[in-house]
């Protein structure tokens, strides 16, 4: 069966399951319509392909054994009529051929009865007796045991495989990529070996690099792979406390709900447009960039914080721990142009690929305090897309523009080289880099979602 346009949900309990199938059998009978009846079906059926084996058994069954639409129709029907008792749990064959003609043709369910080498027979669900099928195991039972392996099953995590697998999703950038992924794997040990009751310094990032090169990009990535809790915050839309607007405190509050014990759990929070805030800018308020960069600072040097939680009628103030939040800053510095003793060098307006490095001194220079440099172990500089980095990205298989576009509106239809390279040389000469390659391809297919096919249900 094709793959659906609408939005499904996951089963992720017996309970969901089974309220849906008691929905469909209610549509079986003699006044029953076709087309509703198989369009209920499927939505079933696509569910159950989505679910999580882990947790309903007959979810795992059907995607291990692979079982057609016909084998599913038997099991669920045969299934259902035993749960809810209308009959015992043997099922007649001409009856079960009669109703199921709406599904499969009566030959492909004859096909499958027949067949002992179907997993319907061979795993001991389906026996048949005088021309009556049998259900002879319930996949619908949850299994306690199972449910509590997977949950204390620990992963093994290994920088080269997760640097590999970030290579797939995030193109060019290879030398960015791999000191981002050390430094989170440093902060990840010092987390582990905090645990035995030894105590390290945090090793936040700091990137930089023109608009559009994948600065938070990576990173949510990166945690995404590392499955830890990311929260991506705006420097620009806070201020110091006491000034009307957000306090730096509260980029933590995604967070507060997973504290365990007044600990925060290993996470990884990005905060962007860290050079909106450099000595001489104004926040919005009056209150100075100097002073919310000292809060910043507080916060990130911090290993306990004093968090104030907003209550209907007065305020409280907790005290958490994150020692285990790891923070990354990035900012586009694009006006930053640093003098060396040959040339200059830094971030102009063109993806210019240099090999100097830009180092705290240089930031400090562009307004940043020293005392916040300094908090920062790693420095990563991304470099400006070239044309064939953004041909990359735009026909990437895993997350690439025509990728998501092609899956959102379930077509195969190819966009003419000639308008591929307008997109490409139009991205280049907006310098907006991978961020302005989405817009455009944006406006491309935007037309094809106001058509009569594209339906969806919320």
Same mark, same amino acid.
């Given at each position: 069966?094709?793959?659906?346009?609408?939005?499904?949900?996951?089963?992720?309990?017996?309970?969901?399951?089974?309220?849906?199938?008691?929905?469909?059998?209610?549509?079986?009978?003699?006044?029953?319509?076709?087309?509703?009846?198989?369009?209920?079906? *499927?939505?079933?059926?696509?569910?159950?392909?989505?679910?999580?084996?882990?947790?309903?058994?007959?979810?795992?069954?059907?995607?291990?054994?692979?079982?057609?639409?016909?084998?599913?129709?038997?099991?669920?029907? $045969?299934?259902?009529?035993?749960?809810?008792?209308?009959?015992?749990?043997?099922?007649?064959?001409?009856?079960?051929?009669?109703?199921?003609?709406?599904?499969?043709?009566?030959?492909?369910?004859?096909?499958?009865?027949?067949?002992?080498?179907? &997993?319907?027979?061979?795993?001991?669900?389906? &026996?048949? $007796? /005088?021309?009556?099928?049998?259900?002879?195991?319930?996949?619908?039972?949850?299994?306690?045991?199972?449910?509590?392996?997977?949950?204390?099953?620990?992963?093994?995590?290994?920088?080269?495989?997760?640097?590999?697998?970030?290579?797939?999703?995030?193109?060019?950038?290879?030398?960015?990529?791999?000191?981002?992924?050390?430094?989170?794997?440093?902060?990840?040990?010092?987390?582990?070996? &905090?645990?035995?009751? *030894?105590?390290?310094?945090?090793?936040?990032?700091?990137?930089?690099?023109?608009? /559009?090169?994948?600065?938070?990009?990576?990173?949510?990535?990166?945690?995404?792979?590392?499955?830890?809790?990311?929260?991506? &915050?705006?420097?620009?839309?806070?201020?110091?406390?006491?000034?009307?607007?957000?306090?730096?405190?509260?980029?933590?509050?995604?967070?507060?709900?997973?504290?365990?014990?007044?600990?925060?759990?290993?996470?990884?929070?990005?905060?962007?447009?860290?050079?909106?805030?450099?000595?001489?800018?104004?926040?919005?308020?009056?209150?100075?960039?100097?002073?919310?960069?000292?809060?910043?600072?507080?916060?990130?040097?911090?290993?306990?914080?004093?968090?104030?939680?907003?209550?209907?009628?007065?305020?409280? $103030?907790?005290?958490?721990?994150?020692?285990?939040?790891?923070?990354?800053?990035?900012?586009?510095?694009?006006?930053?142009?640093?003098?060396?003793?040959?040339?200059?060098?830094?971030?102009?307006?063109?993806?210019?690929?240099?090999?100097?490095?830009?180092?705290?001194?240089?930031?400090?220079?562009?307004?940043?305090?020293?005392?916040?440099? /300094?908090?920062?172990?790693?420095?990563?500089?991304?470099?400006?897309?070239?044309?064939?980095?953004?041909?990359?990205?735009?026909?990437?298989?895993?997350?690439?523009?025509?990728?998501?576009?092609?899956?959102?509106?379930?077509?195969?239809?190819?966009?003419?080289?000639?308008?591929?390279?307008?997109?490409?040389?139009?991205?280049?000469?907006?310098?907006?880099?991978?961020?302005?390659?989405?817009?455009?391809?944006?406006?491309?297919?935007?037309?094809?979602?106001?058509?009569?096919?594209?339906?969806?249900?919320?």
């Amino acid at each position: 069966m094709g793959k659906t346009t609408k939005k499904q949900t996951k089963y992720t309990s017996r309970a969901q399951l089974l309220e849906d199938l008691f929905a469909w059998n209610d549509l079986f009978g003699p006044a029953t319509k076709e087309e509703q009846y198989r369009e209920s079906f *499927q939505k079933i059926y696509a569910r159950l392909l989505r679910s999580n084996g882990d947790k309903l058994p007959i979810a795992g069954f059907i995607q291990k054994n692979k079982l057609s639409q016909a084998e599913v129709w038997l099991l669920l029907r $045969v299934s259902l009529l035993h749960l809810k008792r209308m009959l015992p749990s043997l099922y007649e064959i001409p009856a079960l051929m009669k109703a199921g003609e709406v599904i499969a043709s009566n030959r492909e369910l004859v096909s499958i009865l027949l067949d002992r080498k179907s &997993a319907l027979f061979t795993e001991g669900i389906f &026996a048949l $007796v /005088g021309g009556r099928v049998e259900l002879k195991r319930n996949l619908f039972i949850i299994p306690t045991i199972q449910r509590k392996k997977v949950q204390t099953k620990k992963r093994v995590l290994n920088p080269q495989r997760v640097l590999a697998q970030l290579n797939k999703y995030v193109i060019g950038q290879d030398e960015a990529k791999k000191r981002v992924v050390a430094g989170v794997f440093e902060h990840l040990t010092k987390c582990a070996r &905090a645990k035995e009751g *030894q105590r390290f310094n945090k090793n936040n990032i700091f990137i930089s690099g023109p608009t /559009g090169t994948g600065k938070s990009y990576m990173c949510e990535c990166l945690a995404k792979i590392l499955n830890l809790p990311f929260v991506h &915050a705006d420097a620009s839309q806070y201020t110091q406390t006491g000034y009307v607007g957000m306090d730096v405190g509260d980029i933590l509050r995604p967070l507060a709900n997973e504290a365990k014990n007044g600990k925060l759990p290993i996470s990884i929070v990005f905060i962007d447009e860290i050079d909106k805030i450099r000595q001489g800018s104004e926040q919005k308020g009056g209150a100075a960039s100097t002073n919310v960069q000292a809060e910043l600072l507080r916060l990130i040097e911090s290993t306990f914080y004093r968090l104030e939680s907003r209550l209907p009628i007065g305020k409280s $103030v907790c005290k958490i721990d994150i020692s285990q939040v790891l923070f990354i800053v990035g900012g586009a510095f694009e006006n930053l142009q640093v003098k060396h003793a040959d040339k200059a060098v830094g971030f102009t307006t063109e993806p210019v690929a240099t090999n100097r490095i830009l180092t705290a001194d240089d930031y400090i220079s562009y307004g940043m305090m020293p005392e916040l440099m /300094g908090r920062f172990s790693y420095f990563v500089q991304l470099k400006g897309l070239k044309k064939d980095e953004l041909r990359k990205i735009l026909f990437n298989p895993y997350n690439g523009p025509l990728q998501q576009y092609k899956e959102l509106l379930h077509t195969s239809t190819q966009v003419p080289c000639e308008v591929i390279e307008h997109l490409l040389n139009n991205a280049c000469e907006r310098h907006l880099g991978a961020r302005g390659l989405h817009q455009q391809v944006g406006q491309l297919f935007q037309e094809a979602f106001l058509e009569n096919k594209v339906q969806i249900e919320i």
